[in-house]
Nanobody
Framework: QVHLVESGGGLVQPGGSLTLSCKAT????????MHWYRQAPGKERESVAA????????AYADYVKGRFTISRDDAQNTLFLQMNDLKTEDTAVYYC?????????WGQGTQVTVSS
C-alpha cells in the first residue's frame, strides 16, 4: 500500500527557510519521479518542483526557481524540498506526489505559513 507522509512545515518569517520531507513506502521509490505541489487557500493546486527517479534531474516552477531545491535520498525513501528566501505568497499546504501505473498518489500535506 502506497503511503506518502509529509513533514517539516510550520510558521516562518519572510526571508526565512524551511525544509520539507516526504517519507514514501509501498513502492520502489528509487525508480519513480517525485513531485512537490502546493495549494493556497482559494486557489488551485499548483506544481512546485519535480525530480526524476534514475538520474535525479530536477525541474522547478518559475515562481520558486532559485529559491527552492528538490532532492531525494533513495536509501531512506525520502523526498525533500529545501525552501529559502520564503515569501508570503509561498503560504500553502505542500503535498508530495507520485504517479504510478495504478494511480496518482498524494500525501496528507504539510502547512507552510510565511508571515511576519
Amino acid at each position: 500500500q502506497v503511503h506518502l507522509v509529509e513533514s517539516g512545515g510550520g510558521l516562518v518569517q519572510p526571508g526565512g527557510s524551511l525544509t520539507l520531507s516526504c517519507k514514501a513506502t509501498g513502492f520502489a521509490f528509487r525508480n519513480y519521479g517525485m513531485h512537490w505541489y502546493r495549494q493556497a487557500p482559494g486557489k488551485e493546486r499548483e506544481s512546485v518542483a519535480a525530480i526524476t527517479g534514475t538520474f535525479g534531474l530536477t525541474a522547478y516552477a518559475d515562481y520558486v526557481k532559485g529559491r527552492f531545491t528538490i532532492s531525494r535520498d533513495d536509501a531512506q525513501n525520502t523526498l525533500f524540498l529545501q525552501m529559502n528566501d520564503l515569501k508570503t505568497e509561498d503560504t500553502a499546504v505542500y503535498y508530495c506526489n507520485v504517479r504510478l501505473a495504478d494511480g496518482n498518489y498524494w500525501g496528507q500535506g504539510t502547512q507552510v505559513t510565511v508571515s511576519s
